[in-house]
Structure formats: C-alpha cells, structure tokens
C-alpha cells in the first residue's frame, strides 16, 4: 500500500462500490425491454373477467328474451285455435324457440272464464312437472279486465338459465312469463285431452 493508509485505501474502496451499485442501479432503472410482458401480466386477468362475465350477462338475458318471446308467441298461437288446443306440440314449439332442454322449463296453459264478476278455472293443463293450476289467487293481481261471460287463456311459463361461467359468482337464473289472450275465434277454446 504505497503511499496509502489503511483507511484511505477502505474509503476508495468503499466508494468505488458505491459508483458500481449506482451504475447498476441506474442502468436497471433506464432498462425497458420486458415493460410490456409485465403490463401484460398485470392486466390480462382483469381483461379475461371482463370478457367472461360479459358473455355470461349476454347469455342470460338473451335466454330471458328469448324466453319471454317465445311464451307470446305460444299464446298467440293458441288464441287463434278453434279446436281443442294441442298442449303438447305448443310445448314444443316453446322448446324449439327457446332451445332449452324439458329439465329447465315449466309449461302451464289454463282457461278462465268470468262469470257473475268472478274469475273461474275452465280447465287447467301442465306439462310434468308442473302442475295444473287450482287457485287463481297468485295471479288474480296479472289478470286483465274482461267482460261477465268471456274467457281468457292464460301460457304460464318458466325457463331456468345455467351460466356459461358460473365460477364467476352468477347463479342460475329462473325467467318466469304470464301472457293472457282471448280466444279470437272462438268464445271459449275447448278442454284439451
């Protein structure tokens, strides 16, 4: 150590440490290849939940819609019947528009007539396993105004929708529809078989 003491030579090392880390530092700093993977890495699972909890809200409510237009459309086709009502080919039909298995639909058609200002049950029919209808009670509150001595046929129906993505905290989801028709062509549509 010519020249040099002890500690002098420390410090110069020290500090030549020093100017090393900061010089590894400042290049670590000033390096950006690699930004991208991890921006990629921290947005990507927001990225993926959004697209699949927007395809699970897709999904149910055009299964609502669907179902909604399709129990129109079941009435609107037995409104128009002038024969006793085939139940089970409006049953499918409902199946065939909604695309749902029979396991996840409930089916109902009832006739009601008013009679001396009271809603009556004509006849009520179900496919399994729903039941016939007994008591209009539940619905008394859905049923329109009709006049002494005509009838209303009512197409209750019930579809349950399974989430593509249930993982993500959504449920299934039951869309109950009430649509009420008069009869167009006839004053009462017949007691099916």
Known sequence: ???RTWRTWRIG???ARENALGRAT???AA????????????IAPILLLLLLGGTTVFTLVRDSRTAERA???VSDVLSRSTTKPDLKASHALFLAITRHAPADVLFRVTSVKKVKDKMVIDWSRAQAPQI???DLA????KLPVVGDGDSILLVETSLTSRPLFSYLGVTDQTFAYL???RPRFVPALPAPD
């Not at 950006?32 to 921290?42: C, D, K, M, N, V």
């Not at 539940?138 to 509150?141: G, K, M, Y």
Request: glycine share 8%.
């Open 1 to 3: 150590m010519r020249g």
């Open 13 to 15: 090392r020290a500090r």
């Open 26 to 28: 400042r290049r670590f």
């Open 31 to 42: 390096e950006h290849r690699g930004t991208s993977g991890i921006e990629f890495a921290l």
């Open 71 to 73: 129990t129109y459309t």
């Open 132 to 134: 016939p209808l007994t």
């Open 138 to 141: 539940p619905l008394a509150a």
């Open 179 to 181: 649509s009420a028709n």
